[in-house]
């Protein structure tokens, strides 16, 4: 197996990332999108996300002998120079950087297409993606949201009872991002800058209009819709509803596993929380077998 960095043009400089593949590979490879925030190509953040959830991934598809590019977004770590301003993105942005990634993987690789996997807010990066589906062997959503980002976030608010004195506001603003509109961030409670900050207002614009189930209905490839059972971030609910959008997709529910595809050992928030940083622990003993065993059932559509 060889592990290299390559580029891809980005807008103001390159976009970087590792491919990971060897000789012996023959089946179409795997663009792995990353998810929300400062996470880079191995899937770690400087926020205290250490799981390497990308890395291993790549390591285990590339045993099952299946070629991977893992990828850092436009404006951080490797992709630093693509963009002045990382919190200047959308998820078109990202959707055309993955366009981007596709063409110089399937050159690299001699494939006539490529799957892509993405995680949590990446699996939203790859529906927008999808909408171009020629050159896609299909789409593999692992803890991807199901549901508008609206909603998620309204939930996620309510279920915080230390949010009640703020969330009649969080709905106001909500309700402005929604419909396109800015709010002024001088003005923000300022629990709520963190979340709303002007900075990432367009991003959540752009996030906020796409609906995943729409997306994915529309879609004709394959997909692999793998959700995380023991999940705090992104709920069975989402999976679920991605599955009845795209009756034909697989959906497949890993038992006690976090968000960032661990093994939890009990239902004890903090343990689930503690393999975030896990940097030893493994993958969750089925998750490499079940990727690998769709695309291998797909092979002869590609």
Known sequence: MTEIEIEAPGPNGPLRGTLLSGNAMRLPPVLIIP???????????????????YR????????????????????????????????????????????????ILRERTGAPCA??????????VALAAAKNAADL???????????????????????NPANAPILAEAQRVIDALEAGRRVDGA???????????PEV???????????PAKLIAGFPKPVLVLQPGSDLQVSRTNAERLKAAKPGAELHVSPGTSHV????GSDDPAANLATYGAIDL?????????????????????
């Open 115 to 124: 799957w892509l996997l993405g995680h949590s807010e990446g699996g939203l």
């Open 35 to 53: 998810g929300s925030g400062p996470t880079d190509r191995d899937g770690n953040n400087p926020l205290g996300v250490r799981a390497s959830t």
């Open 137 to 159: 062997c299909g789409l593999i959503l692992v803890a991807a949201p199901g549901r508008r980002l609206g909603d998620i976030l309204r939930e996620q608010l309510r279920a």
């Open 201 to 211: 207002q367009g991003f959540l614009i752009d996030a906020l209009a796409l609906d």
């Open 261 to 264: 595809l661990k093994h939890v």
């Open 56 to 103: 291993l991934l790549a390591e285990g598809l590339a045993a099952e002998g299946i070629p991977t590019l893992r990828v850092d977004k436009r404006g951080l770590f490797g992709s630093a120079a693509a963009i002045p301003d990382a919190d200047a993105v959308t998820i078109g942005d990202y959707a055309g950087d993955v366009h981007v990634w596709n063409v």
């Open 187 to 197: 003005r923000l409670h300022p629990a709520l800058l963190p979340l709303f900050r």
């Open 282 to 302: 493994p993958l969750a003993p089925d998750i490499i077998p079940t990727v690998a065993a769709f695309i291998r059932a797909h092979a002869s559509d590609t």
